[in-house]
Nanobody, 115 residues
Framework: VQLQASGGGLVQVGGSLTLSCVASGSRFDTATMGWYRQTPGEEYELVATITSGGSIDVADPVKGRFAISRDNARNTVYLRMNNLKVEDTAVYYC??????????WGQGTKVTVSS
């Protein structure tokens, strides 16, 4: 199983980015897919998750600005990030968690928001 994340980069405050994560090596129609982020010295922080049924959980710091979606046909999860703030600067990781609680992580994509 491999997760390939992309879409990170440098953006100014107020800008937007869309992250993508493609999963390969298996089908993940029944899995929960999500995004986490990490800043140096900090723990992983949940950003958003989406279940196979489409239920969404979004962390309070990004609620109203970030949106998660998935395309099961493409084994892909997206994170649309709008109105980015300096405090959104982090490495963003995609995650897939199967019903058997197997957890897979992508390699991370860096997002830098400059003022």
């Amino acid at each position: 199983v491999q997760l390939q994340a992309s879409g990170g980069g440098l953006v100014q405050v107020g800008g937007s980015l869309t992250l993508s994560c493609v999963a390969s090596g298996s089908r993940f129609d029944t899995a929960t897919m999500g995004w986490y982020r990490q800043t140096p010295g900090e723990e992983y922080e949940l950003v958003a998750t989406i279940t196979s049924g489409g239920s969404i959980d979004v962390a309070d710091p990004v609620k109203g600005r970030f949106a998660i979606s998935r395309d099961n046909a493409r084994n892909t999860v997206y994170l649309r990030m709008n109105n980015l703030k300096v405090e959104d600067t982090a490495v963003y990781y995609c995650n897939v968690r199967t019903p058997l609680l197997q957890s897979f992580w992508g390699q991370g994509t860096k997002v830098t928001v400059s003022s």
